[in-house]
Structures are given as C-alpha cells and as structure tokens.
C-alpha cells in the first residue's frame, strides 16, 4: 500500500516542504544555549505557532521540533531521560496542527545527528547510535508522525544506523545529508556516495536528499549530482536560504524570497520531487516558492553556469565527485 | 616507487624511514607509526627530533590535504589517532630531555552555544600535532576560560562558536582577560562555521581559525614566535 506521501507526491508531482525551525524559534525568544527540544514541554503554544507558520505558508509537508531529540544530544541540557516523551509531543502538537487543516499534510518527525563520532574513528558504536534512533524513533510514532524523517547527517554509518533504527519502530521514513565540504558531506560523501549508500540499506525511505549546507547554489548542484547517479527514489530537496551574514551584530541570511523561488523552480527542474529550504528560510520565501512552482512550467533541468547566474556562485570549485577533483597523494610504497 | 614487496621499516635507512612514517601517518597506521618511533630511538635519535621529523612533518602534510578537500574528517581523526600512538612513547621522553613544549591549550564552546563537533576536531588535530590539550567541552562561561588558564601553565586559549547568537560571547571572554590583565599572556584563537578574519579582528582576538587545519598552522606559529622571544 502506498504512503500518504508518495500519494501526494503521485496526485501533485512535487511537495512543498517547511523551512528554519531554529531561525523561527530564535525569532520567537528562543535563547542561545537552550535547547528547542525542551520548548515542547515548556513552550508549547510558541511549536504550534512554528508548525502553523508552514501550514499557512502553503507547506504540503512539515518538520516536527526534534531534531536534536536523541539521548546524545539531550544529553546536554540534562534530558536524556526525557526523550521519549519530548519527542512524543513534538509529533502530537503537530498531528493537531495537521488535522486541524482543511487539507491533507505531512507529519515528519525530524531526527538530526548524534553529534558524536562513529566507530572505529570515534567511539559511538554501531549498536548505541541504532538504540538512540530507535528510542527517538518510537516517541515520535507514539505522538503520530506520519514518516520519520532523518537530516543534516555526514557520515554513512550514521545514516545506516538511523535506518535501522527506525526500521526497528517500523516506520516509513525519509533521509537527507548536509553536503557543506567542497561539495562533500563533512565526512567526505559526495551526492552519488549517498545515491550508492541509500540503494544499499535493508529498510529503503521512501525518499533521499539533501539539506542545509552553505547556499541554494551548492544544494542545486548536489542534487545534479543525485540526478546523475540515476537513483530510483524521490529527491528531497531543502537548501538554506542563501548564506548568513553578519551585519550590525546580528545574523541574516542573504537568500530572498525571489532567490528562493528561483532555487524552487530551479530544484524541480532538476528532479527533486519535495522540494522545501533550511536555514533562513521563513514564510514569505515559502509563500514565494510555491506561488512559483504552481505558476511556473516545467523546463529543462539548468546546468551549472545557469544556476551560478540565477542565483549566484558555488563555494567550492567542484562538488567532488567524478574524477576532475583534487587527488590524494601517491604513496611511497605498498603495505601488506 | 610502488612496487609489491612488503616494507620492513627496520631496513630503511634514517630518511626513507621518515618519509614512511609520513605516509603512514597519512594512511592512519598506529602500529607501524609506534614501531617507527621505536626503530628511530633505537638509533639514537632525540626525541624532539622524532617529533618534529617524523610525527609533526607528517601531520602537516594531512592537514595540507585536508585544507585543500583530498582528505575528509574519517582519514584525519585516523591520522590523529596513529600520531598520538607515537606521542604516547614519546611524551615521558620529552619531558626527561627537557625539549621544547609544543604548546598547551585550552579549548571550548562559548556560553550560549552546544555544537562541539568543529571544537572536538581541532582539539584531536591539536593532540595530534603534539600539543596538550584541554578541552572544556560546550557552553562555558567566562569563568570556566579563566579560571583553567590559571590553574596550570597554558599558552592559547580556543574559543568556539556555531551560532551567530553566540558568538559575540567570545568578545565577553576577551574583553575580561584584558581586565584582568591576562590577556597579553595567552594567544587567543577564535572559530566556528558564521565567523571570519574581519570579526576575530574586532573582537580582539589573535587569529581567526577556518578549520582544524589551520587552527594547527596558527597554533605553531605562534609557538614558534614565543619560543624566539623566550631565547632572543
């Protein structure tokens, strides 16, 4: 049976994700240092406001505030104890919100990284970082998330980790990376590594992508990337809203609504069927990126120096894959 | 030079060996980092000069490739963690010869900030570079810097910052050194994914540090600079 997602996908040809959670909630008095996790207990009307900003921005599809919910990163602030129930309600303020509304929505329960280091470089084990996907996995279930939706990971052990994870709270899901290192995941990945890996895990998503990173540009030519490696699942795509600024002794991100309509429209052209922003990306660049995908034909998927003009430069040369990269040195000698 | 024979680090000659060991390093071979540490002091070497040949030169070639996107954060924790296998020989010697420190740092996340992963980078490459390191780990407030500065001998104080909410913390920390008349005796080094060169600079801060890479770099300059004055 099909997903409510690939449903909606297979009915309207693309989805329009959410944007910043953390942007907003800065927006909303959330203070440096705390954690977003804990204002669903504390602050739950300020969530709800989070979550009906997308809905109202024309969002087919949502993010919960959980996306540092696992025991590691909770951890932190004293609440590892917690998770369960921080993630259950972060899922069940949504559930509202998206039955409230009068038409169908999307309900994915954010799980962000563990922050630590996987075996055999670091020293989360393969077993601890499956229990910690696990256990968030099931509060988000209980509170009624429609898939669990993994982002801005690095490392490939991770993302197998978060799979199986999740496939032991039999859960649909989705999952994206953050390519922010010369066109790379910071561990090294670059977009057909991760066609590659996703082809390869036991409990599939129903959908793969990308997330965050530095800029619209770069996360268009990741998903070239993607495009090229010829994967047989949908392609997520959610790109910061430009790149931040620091002006006046605040943060701001360049990326305006146009910018980020162009990125939406752009994003579709090249094959990504769910389409949303990161970092920056607030309601009226939502408003203005499904006002252009509903407005705008489908075209030809524009190459690099068309992305580059639309919305300005890459931050790296190349994004790493084929062979036109740097290369690694020549060794000396063979061992073993 | 790629042939099929085995290498047996004994065999090589002082430079071949050296040049090895950097290739190891490269490749993260801990064992055969420890056995050419072995070897070399075995020949009489100083330990400062293992360091520094073998070990240091080795390291910095990794952070070259890492600066420049050959190599990603797997390949260099790995390296890092074969030099530190060599340091732990080495490091009782040093201290008995009484050779030159590398440096020692303290390093941590500002108040107000919990990302640690770019912090936890620069103080493996950091140890792995020879230096000691102690790492406070995430939201400190300026007592925190100040007070382990005092506590023991330190060279640099790190200071670490992912969000932009965050990162004029860093200037609360200088701005109390400089109160207290302590912040000539340390290098401060700043970093963090939203900071740059022209902030470091108007925070007062000693360097702006891009990467793990650099913050290694930055980190030895200054060291060698203070060793010139100290023998001037």
């Known amino acids: ?336 | 030079m790629a042939d099929d024979e085995d290498i047996i680090l004994s065999e090589l000659d002082d430079e071949e060996l050296t040049l090895q060991m950097h290739d190891d390093l490269y490749d993260g071979l801990k064992e055969e980092i420890e056995e050419g540490v072995n070897i070399l002091l075995g020949r009489g070497w100083q330990p400062y000069d293992v360091l520094t040949k073998a070990l240091v030169e080795g390291m910095r070639i990794v952070g070259i490739d890492f600066r420049d996107g050959i190599l990603f954060v797997p390949e260099v924790l790995l390296a890092a963690n074969a030099m530190k296998g060599g340091m732990a020989i080495l490091k009782p010697l040093l201290a008995e010869t009484g050779a030159p420190r590398m440096g020692k740092m303290v390093i941590g996340t500002v108040k107000g900030d919990i990302h640690d992963i770019g912090k936890n980078l620069v103080t493996m490459m950091m140890e792995g570079a020879g230096f000691e390191v102690k790492d406070l780990g995430i939201n400190n407030p300026v007592e925190n810097y100040l007070d382990t500065l005092q506590s023991e001998e330190y060279d640099i104080l790190g200071m670490s910052a992912l969000l932009t909410t965050t990162m004029p913390y860093m200037k609360v920390v200088i701005d109390t050194m400089v109160e207290k008349g302590m912040r000539d005796d340390y290098v401060v080094m700043v970093g963090g994914a939203p900071l740059n060169e022209e902030f470091a600079r108007a925070i007062g801060a000693d360097a702006y540090c891009r990467d793990a890479a650099v913050a290694v770099e930055t980190a030895k300059s200054f060291m060698a600079k203070k060793h010139n004055r100290l023998t001037a």
């Not at chain 1, 909606?8 to 203070?31: C, I, P, S, V, Y």
């Not at chain 1, 087919?60 to 602030?77: A, C, E, I, V």
């Not at chain 1, 994206?176 to 390869?200: C, H, P, Q, Y």
Request: proline content about 4%; overall charge negative.
């Open chain 1, 1 to 336: 049976m099909a997903h409510k997602l690939q449903e909606m996908l297979a009915r309207q040809g693309w989805l329009l994700a959410d944007g910043a959670t953390g942007t907003n909630l800065f927006n909303m008095g959330l203070e440096a240092g705390e954690a977003p996790e804990i204002w669903n207990e504390t602050q739950p009307k300020s969530i709800t406001t989070l979550y009906q900003g997308a809905v109202d921005a024309g969002s087919d599809l949502f993010l919960t505030n959980s996306f540092g919910g696992n025991y590691s990163r909770l951890k932190l602030h004293n609440a590892q104890g917690r998770v369960r129930q921080i993630n259950r309600i972060a899922a069940e303020i949504a559930r509202e919100v998206a039955d409230r509304a009068d038409r169908p929505l999307v309900v994915a329960g954010s799980m962000g990284p563990t922050g630590e280091i996987m075996q055999p470089v670091g020293s989360l084990s393969h077993q601890n970082a499956v229990e910690m996907f696990h256990e968030q996995a099931e509060g988000l279930k209980e509170g009624g998330a429609d898939l669990l939706w993994i982002e801005t990971l690095s490392a490939r052990e991770e993302f197998a980790a978060a799979a199986e994870g999740i496939s032991l709270a039999g859960m649909a899901w989705a999952g994206t990376m953050s390519f922010d290192t010369a066109g790379r995941t910071m561990m090294g990945l670059t977009a057909s590594d991760m066609v590659k890996m996703v082809a390869g895990l036991k409990h599939q998503p129903l959908a793969f992508g990308a997330n965050c990173g530095v800029g619209a540009s770069d996360l268009l030519r990741t998903l070239i990337g993607f495009a090229a490696a010829g994967p047989k699942l949908p392609i997520i795509a959610k790109g910061n809203a430009g790149i931040p600024k620091f002006v006046d002794g605040h943060i701001h991100y360049d990326g305006t609504p146009e910018l980020m309509a162009e990125y939406a429209v752009m994003a579709r052209d090249i094959g990504a069927g769910i389409i949303g922003g990161c970092c920056g990306t607030m309601a009226p660049h939502l408003i203005a990126m499904r006002r252009a995908l509903e407005e705008r034909p489908a075209g030809d998927a524009p190459d690099l120096e068309t992305i580059e003009a639309r919305i300005g430069p890459f931050s790296s040369a190349s994004d790493g894959s084929g062979g036109d990269g740097p290369v690694r040195r020549e060794r000396r000698g063979r061992r073993r």
